[in-house]
């Protein structure tokens, strides 16, 4: 079966870094999402990776590698802003997206 | 306006009651789609829609209908729900189909069946 990976909560202090990783298992591979959850909010999108290597778009970068069937979401300077829920999602073979259950980011001052 | 409008935000229904959510959005988009959100449990895609044609059903129960009148608009049509039906019900939408990549959604409809 199809299957992502991420760890369920994440505490983090202002300020800092944090790495949060989606390991996937899916019947082929047209990319990953990451997205970004404030409680009580939509979804929005952070970032798409379909080559290996490391996507840097302000204070959020997101790596893949594909052989590895891995990625991670870096988080830098962190603000309050940030507590949020992170959702790793992989377009399949069939460019049906697959989700992960959510990291749920908990920021302290 | 946003890009995805959901009404209503909350919404407390009996099982025997009949309801429905209602999904508009304002980008031109041509895919729309129902997500089913639970607590702790990856996002569910329930239905999807393409140039007003459904293109996806998950084996959803038919106690959820979905419509889509024109490329703007899609309904959700709710009737004799169980309680396991309360979720936060998120719609989306996208230029084309999921080849695109890049989901819009609306802040979704939390659902609580009684």
């Known amino acids: 079966g199809q299957n992502i990976d991420q760890p369920t909560e994440m505490t983090a202090t202002e300020g800092a870094i944090v790495q949060i990783n989606c390991t996937y298992q899916t019947s082929g591979f047209n990319g990953l999402f990451w997205y970004q959850q404030h409680a009580g909010e939509a979804p929005t999108f952070l970032s798409y990776?379909?080559l290996d290597g490391l996507e840097e778009k302000g204070r959020f970068s997101s790596f893949l590698s594909r052989s590895k069937g891995y990625s991670y979401l870096l988080l830098k300077e962190l603000q309050m802003k940030d507590s949020a829920s992170y959702l790793c999602?992989?377009?399949?073979?069939?460019?049906?997206?697959?989700w992960g259950a959510g990291t749920k980011l908990i920021i302290k001052p | 306006e946003t890009g995805v409008t959901q009404t209503p935000r909350h919404l407390v229904m009996g099982m025997t009651n009949k309801k429905s959510l209602k999904c508009e959005q304002h980008?031109?988009?041509?895919?729309m789609y129902w997500y089913k959100q639970s607590a702790k449990k990856p996002l569910e895609l329930m239905f999807v829609?393409?140039?007003?044609?459904?293109?996806e059903n998950n084996s959803v129960p038919s106690r959820f209908s979905p419509e889509c009148p024109n490329s703007s608009h899609l309904f959700l049509h709710l009737h004799t729900l169980q309680p396991e039906d309360s979720a936060l019900y998120l719609c989306?939408?996208?230029?084309?189909?999921?080849?695109?990549?890049?989901?819009?959604f609306g802040e979704g409809s939390r659902l609580t069946v009684l």
């Open positions: 999602a992989v377009s399949d073979s069939n460019y049906q997206l697959i």
């Open positions: 980008l031109g988009h041509n895919a």
């Open positions: 990776n379909v």
């Open positions: 989306a939408s996208s230029q084309e189909g999921l080849t695109t990549g890049e989901l819009f």
């Open positions: 829609y393409n140039f007003k044609e459904q293109t």
